[in-house]
Protein backbone atom coordinates (compact mmCIF):
# COMPACT_ATOMS: atom_id res chain seq x y z
CA UNK A 1 0.00 0.00 0.00
CA UNK A 2 1.19 3.90 -0.36
CA UNK A 3 3.21 4.86 2.71
CA UNK A 4 4.30 8.29 2.80
CA UNK A 5 6.79 9.25 6.27
CA UNK A 6 7.61 12.32 7.63
CA UNK A 7 10.94 13.07 9.63
CA UNK A 8 13.11 16.04 10.21
CA UNK A 9 10.12 18.10 12.54
CA UNK A 10 11.42 19.59 15.86
CA UNK A 11 11.37 22.74 17.73
CA UNK A 12 13.11 25.49 17.01
CA UNK A 13 14.10 29.13 17.56
CA UNK A 14 12.68 31.74 15.61
CA UNK A 15 15.09 32.68 12.72
CA UNK A 16 16.42 29.09 12.79
CA UNK A 17 16.06 27.07 9.83
CA UNK A 18 15.05 23.06 9.68
CA UNK A 19 14.78 20.19 6.90
CA UNK A 20 11.81 17.80 6.99
CA UNK A 21 12.07 14.84 4.71
CA UNK A 22 9.29 12.54 3.02
CA UNK A 23 9.65 9.33 2.35
CA UNK A 24 7.63 7.63 -0.41
CA UNK A 25 6.44 4.01 -1.01
CA UNK A 26 4.38 1.55 -2.53
CA UNK A 27 3.45 4.38 -5.82
CA UNK A 28 5.36 4.77 -9.10
CA UNK A 29 6.52 8.32 -7.61
CA UNK A 30 6.92 9.88 -10.78
CA UNK A 31 3.55 10.11 -11.66
CA UNK A 32 3.16 11.96 -8.85
CA UNK A 33 2.53 15.61 -7.30
CA UNK A 34 4.25 16.03 -4.40
CA UNK A 35 2.79 18.68 -1.62
CA UNK A 36 3.09 20.17 1.66
CA UNK A 37 0.45 21.11 3.77
CA UNK A 38 0.33 22.56 7.46
CA UNK A 39 -2.35 22.84 10.28
CA UNK A 40 -2.13 24.94 13.30
CA UNK A 41 -4.49 24.38 16.04
CA UNK A 42 -7.45 26.20 15.50
CA UNK A 43 -7.10 26.79 11.52
CA UNK A 44 -7.63 24.87 8.09
CA UNK A 45 -5.21 22.87 6.86
CA UNK A 46 -3.02 25.28 4.25
CA UNK A 47 -1.19 25.01 0.95
CA UNK A 48 2.68 25.43 2.13
CA UNK A 49 4.63 24.63 -1.69
CA UNK A 50 4.41 21.53 -4.37
CA UNK A 51 6.18 19.92 -6.90
CA UNK A 52 4.91 18.92 -10.17
CA UNK A 53 4.68 15.27 -11.47
CA UNK A 54 6.55 16.36 -14.42
CA UNK A 55 9.42 17.58 -12.01
CA UNK A 56 9.63 20.88 -13.85
CA UNK A 57 7.32 22.90 -11.75
CA UNK A 58 6.97 24.24 -7.75
CA UNK A 59 4.94 26.52 -6.28
CA UNK A 60 4.66 27.87 -2.61
CA UNK A 61 2.39 29.70 -0.61
CA UNK A 62 2.57 33.66 -0.72
CA UNK A 63 3.48 33.03 3.14
CA UNK A 64 6.59 31.00 2.62
CA UNK A 65 8.24 32.89 -0.74
CA UNK A 66 12.10 33.07 -0.49
CA UNK A 67 12.05 30.80 2.56
CA UNK A 68 10.83 27.65 1.74
CA UNK A 69 12.19 25.31 -0.85
CA UNK A 70 10.16 22.19 -2.04
CA UNK A 71 12.61 19.62 -3.95
CA UNK A 72 12.24 15.81 -5.11
CA UNK A 73 14.91 13.15 -5.86
CA UNK A 74 12.76 10.88 -7.94
CA UNK A 75 15.53 8.19 -7.74
CA UNK A 76 14.72 8.23 -4.20
CA UNK A 77 10.91 8.54 -4.10
CA UNK A 78 11.72 11.48 -1.48
CA UNK A 79 10.20 15.00 -1.54
CA UNK A 80 12.11 17.37 0.52
CA UNK A 81 11.34 21.02 2.54
CA UNK A 82 14.04 23.14 2.92
CA UNK A 83 12.97 26.15 5.76
CA UNK A 84 14.63 29.14 6.83
CA UNK A 85 14.21 31.99 8.22
CA UNK A 86 11.24 29.85 10.54
CA UNK A 87 8.93 32.24 12.11
CA UNK A 88 6.49 31.20 15.38
CA UNK A 89 3.39 31.74 12.84
CA UNK A 90 5.21 29.11 10.82
CA UNK A 91 4.10 26.60 14.25
CA UNK A 92 2.16 23.73 12.61
CA UNK A 93 1.63 20.31 11.83
CA UNK A 94 3.00 19.19 8.62
CA UNK A 95 1.46 17.16 6.05
CA UNK A 96 3.00 15.38 2.95
CA UNK A 97 0.76 14.52 0.17
CA UNK A 98 0.75 12.29 -3.01
CA UNK A 99 -1.67 13.41 -6.36
CA UNK A 100 -1.52 11.12 -9.24
CA UNK A 101 -0.61 13.60 -12.50
CA UNK A 102 -2.07 16.05 -11.05
CA UNK A 103 -2.55 19.05 -13.04
CA UNK A 104 -0.50 21.97 -11.86
CA UNK A 105 -3.98 24.27 -11.82
CA UNK A 106 -5.05 22.33 -9.05
CA UNK A 107 -1.81 21.68 -6.75
CA UNK A 108 -2.90 24.18 -4.35
CA UNK A 109 -5.93 22.38 -3.20
CA UNK A 110 -6.27 19.69 -0.44
CA UNK A 111 -8.63 18.00 -2.87
CA UNK A 112 -6.12 16.90 -5.31
CA UNK A 113 -4.46 14.77 -3.44
CA UNK A 114 -5.01 11.10 -2.69
CA UNK A 115 -2.79 10.51 0.31
CA UNK A 116 -1.09 11.78 2.96
CA UNK A 117 1.56 11.21 5.38
CA UNK A 118 0.62 11.15 9.15
CA UNK A 119 2.05 14.86 9.55
CA UNK A 120 4.70 15.76 11.76
CA UNK A 121 5.16 18.50 14.36
CA UNK A 122 7.02 22.03 13.72
CA UNK A 123 6.89 24.27 16.63
CA UNK A 124 8.92 27.90 16.53
CA UNK A 125 9.26 29.49 19.52
CA UNK A 126 10.24 33.36 19.56
Known amino acids: QVQLVESGGGLVQGGDSLRLTCAASGLTFSAYAMGWFRQAPGKEREFVAA????????FNADSVKGRFTISRDNAKNTVYLQMAYLKPEDTAVYYC???????????????????WGQGIQVTVSS
Open 97 to 115: AAGYLTPVSRLGSPNSYGY
Open 51 to 58: FSWTGSRT
